[in-house]
């Protein structure tokens, strides 16, 4: 995942353009996506797919043709979306359009103009105290005109209809954490999901930002109702604890099984109950869908220093931070994939469990994972009812220990699958 990142890390990406692409085909090699092409103006809800953005070049030169702030040194340097320009002006002609942070001299800043006919350059606070009075040529190689909005999609279908939703936007030009963290992870996690078994279908998408979600959910609408349990991924390879933003609806089944695989890892986590700021979460959630989508992802939204600066680069992301995050996941979507629900055949008084030769003596107080307890739980309240997670929740052992009591009982003939119960 972090050699894929590094990979992805140079190319300027944006909401639109080639940059996107040429990432998306990148993953295309690690993953059968398909890469979806909607032209600029399409109506997507309150929405307008935008004009298409292409950079090749942009610099800042002196008096003495030297390049001051150069584009191919870093893309962060220019304000997404920034309109073409090749001008001769003062400092002060030049210093509205230039963003820097006072309070980090060698980081840039990232800046978007999305929705104003503008531009302008990120810069370090260094390189903006270095420059002097004086002429300089101001150089965007940009073109702003109809295109598309590129997406990719990958449909691994299960044996039923009913789907899991993954979605990680891929935006951003070379930030790791935003953006990239969940890119990577969301293409491991299908490559891995690819090879197994599976009831439900899972729907993989790298979308840009805000205006991808919106375009995906305007072009299938009519296939959301499939979407049974969702998953945002965004800022997975920080070394803060893995994050988990609840769904709008607080208690869906991808809430409590993203809860309870956290709880079992025994590492540190964090739950957050929903709100209407974060990332793609903010449409898949919005009242008029309303979708069992929570997020993962670790350090809070926007508020670590290095957001949306040239500090969230390859080192601030750690390998082992992606690999717990895809872990975690597809443990996630195995709890989800095996959270059945049975029906104790001998209901009545405890069942004989030593003359079947399956009696297990209970252990010591508070162990999670004691068979000879766990199946106590599921003998009492496998009434058709409760499931695996539900029995796990209730019981405080893990899905694990849960899983296995139900697996042994159910070969001893004390337990059957009880018939599917229609969701709520
Ligand atoms: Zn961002």
Not at 5 to 19: K, N, V, W
Not at 237 to 245: A, F, M, N, Q, V
């Amino acid at each position: 995942m972090h050699r894929l990142m590094a990979e992805l890390y140079p190319i300027c990406r944006s909401i639109t353009g080639e940059g996107m692409r040429q990432s998306l085909r990148r993953i295309q090699q690690e993953i059968p996506l398909k890469i979806e092409e909607v032209p600029s103006g399409t109506k997507v809800f309150d929405w307008t797919v935008p004009r298409e953005w292409n950079i090749r070049d942009a610099y800042i030169k002196d008096a003495s043709g030297n390049r001051v702030v150069d584009f191919k040194a870093s893309n962060l340097h220019v304000v997404g979306y920034s309109i073409p320009i090749n001008m001769r002006m003062t400092l002060a002609e030049l210093r509205p359009h230039l963003h820097s942070l006072a309070d980090r001299p060698d980081w840039i800043p990232y800046r978007t103009s999305y929705n104003l006919e503008d531009w302008g350059f990120c810069v370090t606070q260094r390189q903006l105290e270095s420059l002097r009075d004086g002429e300089y040529q101001v150089v965007i190689d940009s073109t702003l005109e109809p295109g598309h909005l590129s997406y990719g999609e990958l449909l691994i279908p299960g044996s039923s209809s009913d789907e899991i939703l993954v979605s990680s936007h891929a935006c951003h030009p070379s930030l790791c954490n935003d953006n990239l963290s969940g890119v990577v992870v969301g293409a491991a996690v299908a490559q891995a999901i690819s090879s197994l078994p599976k009831f439900f279908s899972y729907r993989f998408l790298f979308v840009p930002g805000t205006i991808g979600a919106i375009t995906w959910l305007a072009r299938n609408e009519s296939k959301t109702g499939r979407i049974k349990h969702g998953l945002v991924l965004s800022g997975l390879g920080d070394r803060s604890p893995l994050t988990y933003k609840k769904s709008r609806r607080g208690n869906a089944e991808i809430d409590r099984a993203v809860a309870c695989v956290l709880r079992d890892s025994g590492n540190d986590f964090r739950i957050k109950e929903f709100s209407p700021h974060g990332s793609d979460e903010r449409q898949y959630c919005s009242p008029g869908f309303n979708l069992p989508v929570g997020t993962l992802s670790r350090a809070p939204y926007g508020q670590f220093p290095e957001y949306h600066t040239s500090a969230d680069d390859l080192d601030f992301v750690s390998a082992n931070s992606l690999a717990e995050a895809a872990e975690t996941i597809l443990a996630a979507f195995d709890l989800l994939e095996n959270n059945r629900r049975y029906l104790n055949e001998l209901p009545k008084c405890e069942p004989h469990l030593g003359k079947r030769g399956i009696y297990k003596p209970i252990g010591h107080a508070g162990d999670k994972d004691d068979l000879g307890m766990a199946m106590l739980w599921v003998l009492n309240l496998s009434d058709g009812e409760h499931s695996v997670l539900d029995i796990a929740e209730r019981s405080g052992m893990t899905f694990a220990a849960i899983q296995g009591a139900a697996e042994l009982l159910l070969t001893s003939g004390l337990l059957q699958e009880a018939p599917a119960v229609l969701e709520k």
